[in-house]
């Protein structure tokens, strides 16, 4: 069973900063997908941004590239969201996942956290 245990959210004004952690256990990571999505209220989950364990091939979608950036740190076995020029638009429950394919589609992924939640002000 693999437990995804995600922190670093918090509240933070418009142009801050934040770093998502996600601390991953329970099997071996060298042939998936690590990946970020959010949630915001009244909304479908999308898509962020994910890494492959092994190569550190990375996708960011569209809307944070440039101020997001994925990351993993293979011995912690966890995987980082630095998150920059936050918007107030960025307000949402980000969520990590696992899977065996590197894709911006839920269905990629099997394993979920709990989720953390991102608050901007204005």
């Known amino acids: 069973q693999v437990q995804l245990v995600e922190s670093g959210g918090g509240l933070v004004q418009a142009g801050g900063s934040l770093r998502l952690s996600c601390a991953a256990s329970?099997?071996?990571?060298?042939?998936?997908?690590m990946g970020w999505f959010r949630q915001a209220p009244g909304k479908e989950r999308e898509f962020v941004a994910a890494?492959?364990?092994?190569?550190?091939?990375?996708i960011h979608a569209d809307s944070v590239k440039g101020r997001f950036t994925i990351s993993r740190y293979k011995s912690k076995n966890t995987v980082y969201l630095q998150m920059n020029s936050l918007k107030p638009e960025d307000t949402a429950v980000y969520y990590c996942a696992a899977g065996p394919s590197l894709g911006t589609r839920i269905r990629l992924y099997d394993y979920w956290g709990q989720g953390t939640q991102v608050t901007v002000s204005s």
């Open positions: 329970g099997r071996t990571f060298s042939s998936y997908t």
């Open positions: 890494i492959s364990w092994s190569f550190g091939s990375t």
